[in-house]
């Protein structure tokens, strides 16, 4: 069934997940004039602060999503580690899910994502998957095309390259896979890319479609680090990057927003990573230098409002994450205090409890059409992890 505007106007929107990506709808959902409810398990997940009301529940837990879908007009995600099969009979029933179950069971699994990629024509790293009973030889003949180095990734809930492992040699293979107890794996060929480029895109029931610009992300220990927007790509790139934003919402009907993460690779071709049905730390920046936010537009898509324009309102901007250091909390607060000085920086900090490596905040800075990005980027990282 593909899913249709509603004739009814939405008030009420439920969210599965109360972390830092729920907490920042609140603003725009104030200024819609709409309720948010979450579902999530911690009285003191960040987006409790913001919710009109909350049920404290495992994402997961099909129950409390039954008693959200009783207050709400429509559903959508802030997480995507859900029970798809567990919540369809609610789908049956009539509960609107923006996007679709569909969507979230393809994106659950990395082997149904590689192949949707492959459906849809959609450029992505050579792959193949491991069940679990392969016996030794036959892992070697699997992995054998890919040649090494290659990348070994769990099919299912892995996130900021937990679950993901480069492995340089059949000895390191045998002994990955037996460190990932042999569950169901990708593999996949490692590429030598020259920049990591992601794009959220925005799709309505209607069929309208926002997309915001491309942006470099660049990670460490596979974590994004920083964010810099707008990418400086050539305009095939770019092209390439459109093509498949629009392909993807479209072909999957989606309703909602997505984030994109994508390879360029050395010979300029864009290869597809991991797509996320939600907002994604790669829109952060949208908030500040954007004209309409991630957050906002996700809010836009499942109410059926119009969606926002997407073009940048400064020149050039800078995200960097804030994640936990190995030092005490009050190392943080006087971090935050020397960051908080920054010009045209503005400061989100999620308040979770410090932990070395959690996500506990980002910072975005506006900067002009001659500033040099990175430099701004290292001038951030120099004040919150020291010199670098
Ligand atoms: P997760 O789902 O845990 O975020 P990703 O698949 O996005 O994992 O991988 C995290 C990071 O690891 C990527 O951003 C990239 O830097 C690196 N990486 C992942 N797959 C590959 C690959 N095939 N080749 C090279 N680097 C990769």
Redesign the pocket.
């Known amino acids: 069934m593909t899913d249709q505007a509603n004739p009814k106007a939405i008030q009420r929107v439920g969210i599965i997940g109360g972390g830092q990506l729920a907490w920042m709808m609140g603003p725009a959902a104030q200024s819609l004039g709409l309720d948010l409810v979450v579902q999530t398990p911690g009285k003191d997940d960040p987006a409790v602060a913001i919710a009109q009301s909350t049920l404290l529940a495992a994402v997961d837990d099909i129950a409390a999503t039954q008693a959200l879908a009783a207050q709400c007009d429509v559903i959508t995600f802030e997480n995507e580690f859900i029970d798809c099969e567990g919540l369809q009979p609610l789908a049956d029933q009539g509960t609107i899910f923006r996007p679709g179950l569909e969507v979230l069971a393809l994106v659950l699994d990395k082997r149904h994502q590689r192949e949707c990629f492959d459906r849809l024509g959609l450029p992505n790293?050579r792959y193949t998957f491991l069940e679990g009973d392969e016996s030794d030889a036959e892992l070697g003949a699997k992995a054998d095309p890919l040649g090494f180095p290659l990348?070994m990734?769990t099919r299912r809930l892995?996130?900021?390259?937990?679950?993901?492992a480069v492995v340089n040699d059949s000895t390191q293979l045998t002994a990955t896979w037996k460190a990932f107890d042999r569950t169901p794996v990708l593999l996949?060929?490692?590429?030598p890319?020259k920049q990591?480029l992601a794009v959220m895109v925005a799709r309505s029931a209607r069929g309208e479609i926002a997309l915001y610009p491309t942006v470099e992300t660049q990670?460490v220990d596979?974590i994004c680090r920083r964010v810099l927007a707008p990418a400086q790509v050539n305009a095939a790139v770019a092209t390439q990057m459109e093509r498949i934003a629009r392909t993807l919402v479209e072909q999957l009907q989606l309703v909602g927003i997505v984030g994109i993460?994508c390879?360029l690779t050395p010979d300029d071709r864009v290869l597809i990573?991991?797509i996320a049905p939600r907002t994604h730390n790669s829109g952060h920046y949208s908030l500040d230098a954007c004209a309409t936010s991630q957050f906002e537009q996700q809010l836009r898509a499942v109410c059926d409002r119009p969606l926002g324009p997407t073009h940048l309102t400064c020149p050039q901007a800078v995200m960097v994450n804030l994640l936990g250091l190995d030092q005490p909390d009050e190392a943080h607060h006087r971090q935050l205090a020397a960051l908080g000085q920054l010009p045209q920086a503005t400061l989100y900090w999620y308040r979770k409890a410090i932990r070395p490596g959690r996500k506990l905040g980002h910072i975005t800075q506006g900067l002009g059409a001659g500033a040099d990005p990175r430099a701004a980027a290292a001038a951030i990282e120099a004040i919150w992890y020291g010199q670098l």
């Open positions: 790293p990348v990734k892995g996130y900021d390259g937990y679950g993901t996949e060929e490692f590429v890319f990591e990670q596979q993460e390879f990573n991991e």
